[in-house]
Every structure is written in C-alpha cells, then in structure tokens.
C-alpha cells in the first residue's frame, strides 16, 4: 500500500485539509507539492465521469464527493498501489469526515 497522501479540497481551488503518508523510503510530500497535486486533480477532473479516478504516468487519484459535488476528498497513491484497498481507504476515510462533520462545509472541515 503506497498511500503517499490524503487532501480534501473544493472545485475552486481551495486546499482545505491535507495529510501526508509516505512510505519509509519517500521524504514527505512538501505544501508546494501537494498544491500541484491539488491542481492537477482539478484540472483533469471530469464531473460527467463515472470513475472515481485519475491517472498520471506516476500518482492515482481516488476520490469521492464530501457534498453537493462541490468538496472532494482525495488519496493520493503511487501508480502500482492496490487499487481496491485504496478503495477502502477513501471510503473509510470519506465515513470518518461526515461523521466528524456533520454539515460538511469547508468551515467545518476547517474547524474540525
């Protein structure tokens, strides 16, 4: 499992929540970094789209709607990651935030 990071962000832009996870063997993801992730995600997300992903020659992208397809949670994950346990993760993850927020908006994923 190579879940190198978790990000929650909205459409608009706006980096609201992010976690790094790499393995022992990569230095941690630095903010510039994860806002190019960021950027990326966005700029190649499709809403029309029945795939919860996106793919690079080297990262995936999982993702799932927070709320009203506005907000994202999203993992990052190296290209040769299982893909049915990042699965998983980004459900279980996904449960974790509506249930720690219980409207979620970015100010209570801010607050929280």
Request: with cysteine; charged share 20%.
């Amino acid at each position: 499992m190579s879940i190198l990071s978790t990000f929650i962000c909205s459409l608009s832009g706006r980096l609201l929540f992010s976690r790094q996870n790499p393995p022992y063997y990569l230095s941690p993801l630095s903010k510039r970094e994860i806002e190019n992730h960021m950027v990326y995600f966005i700029r190649h997300f499709n809403k029309n789209s029945q795939l919860s992903l996106i793919e690079s020659s080297t990262n995936r992208y999982l993702y799932l709607p927070l709320n009203a397809n506005s907000i994202y949670i999203v993992i990052l994950t190296s290209i040769n990651s299982n893909m049915v346990c990042d699965m998983k993760i980004l459900k279980l993850s996904h449960r974790v935030v509506v249930d720690i927020c219980k409207e979620v908006n970015e100010k209570s994923i801010i607050e929280k």
